[in-house]
C-alpha cells in the first residue's frame, strides 16, 4: 500500500532534532479524520503537540491483524505540528479501520482510531448516503460551555458514506468570548481574535497564520466533532469565513478595510491553515487546487467547486468577462458533467444560484451568483454586480448537453431551503430541470426566515425554514431505480415537517 508523503524529506530532519532537544511523550491533540475518499485510495489526518513522527496503520475492518500496514509521516512546526497520509491500493466498497499514534525519542502517544468505507465502483450497483451542511462557529455561536457543538451526535449516528463540508466551518474573522450574542449562550472561551481585527498586523505572515491555526484547533478540540471525524470521511471546500467575509483570492486587497496592507498574506495564510487542517490529497501540478469531483458507484459523482480562488472583484459589472470560477475550473466542470456515467451528477457549490448575498452589497457588490430581484441599475451595485452572466452560460452549456438529475447543495445563507428550476437555457425548445439543496448552519446566526430568490433562474420554492440550527441528507437507493431522497434535519436529527423530497431519475 503505498503512502503520498508531502514531506519525503522531513523524517531524517525530525530525528536529528529530536536527538538535539529532550522531547516529553507526544500527544494526539485533535483526533482523527479521513477525507478525499476514493474506490481505492483515503487521507488520513491527525495532529500532534510537537516534532513527531505520525504512524497510521489501516486495515479492512472485517480482517485480522495481520493484514494491516503502517506508513508514517513527519509532523512539523510548518504545518502546526498537523499530518496527513495519501493510502493507496484499497479495495472498493470496503470498511476499513486506522489507528493513529504519535512517536517522539523513543516514546509515543494513545492510540486514537478511524472508520471508512472506500467507494464502490463506477459500475457497482450501491446504495450511497451523505450529509452536507457549513456555517461552524460564526457571529460568537461557537462551542458552547455545556454540550459543546451538539448537533454533531445525530450526525454521527446517521452513519452516512461521507460528509461534504461545504465551508465557513471556521469563521476566521470572529472571535469567541465567553458570552455569545444570544441570552444565555456561553461559549468555551477562546483568546484568538479575528482575522479583521485591527491588532492583527497583515504584513506579519507569522502573526497571521497564527490567527487561522487557532480558529481550526478550536473547533476540532470539540469532543462531538471529533467523534464524528472518526467515523465519517469528508470531502472539504472552503467559502469565505476561511479567510475574511466575502474575499476573493485574486485581489490585492480587501475592500471593506482597503486601507490595511498584507491582505495577500492573509489569503495565502488561510489557504495553508486550510489545507494544513483537513484530510485533502494536494495534486502536484497544481497542489493549491480545490475543486474536484468523486465517483461513488454506479448512481453519484460529486463536483466540489471553489468560488474563491479566481473570482474577479465583486464590484465588476455583470458582464461576460467577469468570472466566480476561472476559465479552467468552469472548462472542467463542463466537461467533467458531460463526461459522467453516473445516474445523479452532485455539484457543491461554496454559494447559492438564487439568493442574492453579500455585506454591504450597494458598496462592496454582490457575493454569489444572484445579482438581486431589484431592476438592474448601472450605478447601483446591489443589483448589477453578482455573477449571473456566468452562471447562465454555465447552465447553457449543460442544458445543450441534455445532462439529467443534476442536483447543487450549498449553504453559506443560513437557512434551509429546496429549489426546483426548469427552464430553456439554450432555446431549443426543451428546458433544463434541476435542484438545488440548501442547508445549515450548523451553529451560526440562523437567518430567522428566507428572504426572497432571485427571479433569473425562476426557482420553484418547495421547502423553506429559517431559525434552526440544521444539516442536510441525501440518500441514493437501488432497490428498483435509483431514487434519491433528501431532507432537512435540526440540531436533534429530526427531520424538518415538508423537507423530505424524493426524486426519481429521469432517462
Known sequence: MPVKSPLPCCLVLLLLSLSAHGASAPKITHGVSSGDVTASSAVIWSRGDQLATMNVRVQPATASATDARVVSIAAVQDTDFTARVTLDGLSPDTIYRYDVWFEAEGSRSEHASGLFRTAPAPDQDRPVSLIWSGDLGGQRYCRQLEGGYRIFKPMAEFRADF???????????????????????????????????????????????????????????????????????TYSQWDDHEVINDFGGPWSDYPPQGERHGYPNVVAAGLASFFDYHPIERQQDDPDRIYRSYRWGKHLELFILDARSYRSRNTDPDTPDKTMLGASQLAWLQ??????????????????????????????????????????????????????????????????????????????????????????????????????????????????????????????????????????????????????TTDIRDQSGRIRPGSQLVLSPRE
Open 335 to 484: 466537461q467533467a458533467i458531460s463526461r459522467s456515467s453516473a445516474t445523479w451528477k452532485i455539484i457543491s457549490s461554496n454559494v447559492p444560484l438564487s439568493v442574492a448575498t453579500g455585506s454591504g452589497a450597494d458598496r462592496f457588490g454582490r457575493d454569489a451568483f444572484a445579482n438581486g430581484a431589484g431592476s438592474a441599475r448601472p450605478d447601483d451595485l446591489a443589483t448589477a454586480s453578482g455573477f449571473e452572466t456566468e452562471l447562465l452560460t454555465l447552465l447553457q452549456r449543460l442544458d445543450s448537453l441534455d445532462v439529467k438529475n443534476l442536483v447543487f447543495i450549498s449553504t453559506d445563507v443560513h437557512f434551509a431551503a429546496q429549489l426546483r428550476y426548469e427552464k430553456d437555457f439554450d432555446n431549443d425548445g426543451e428546458p433544463l430541470l434541476f435542484h438545488e439543496f440548501l442547508s445549515g448552519p450548523l451553529s451560526a446566526i440562523r437567518s430567522p426566515s428566507p428572504p426572497a430568490f432571485d427571479p433569473t433562474l425562476n426557482p420553484v420554492v418547495l421547502y423553506a425554514e429559517g431559525g434552526i440550527f440544521n444539516y442536510g441528507t441525501v440518500r441514493i437507493t437501488t432497490d428498483g431505480a435509483p431514487v434519491l
Open 163 to 233: 460528509f461534504v463540508a461545504n465551508g465557513d466551518m471556521i469563521y476566521a474573522d470572529n472571535d469567541c468570548p465567553e458570552n455569545g450574542i444570544e441570552p444565555g449562550w456561553r461559549n468555551v472561551a477562546a483568546s484568538f481574535p479575528g482575522i479583521a481585527d485591527p491588532s492583527v498586523d497583515w504584513m506579519d505572515p507569522a502573526a497571521v497564520r497564527k490567527v487561522f491555526d487557532a480558529h481550526w484547533r478550536y473547533n476540532r478540540e470539540d469532543p462531538l466533532f471529533q467523534t464524528f471525524l472518526a467515523s465519517t470521511p
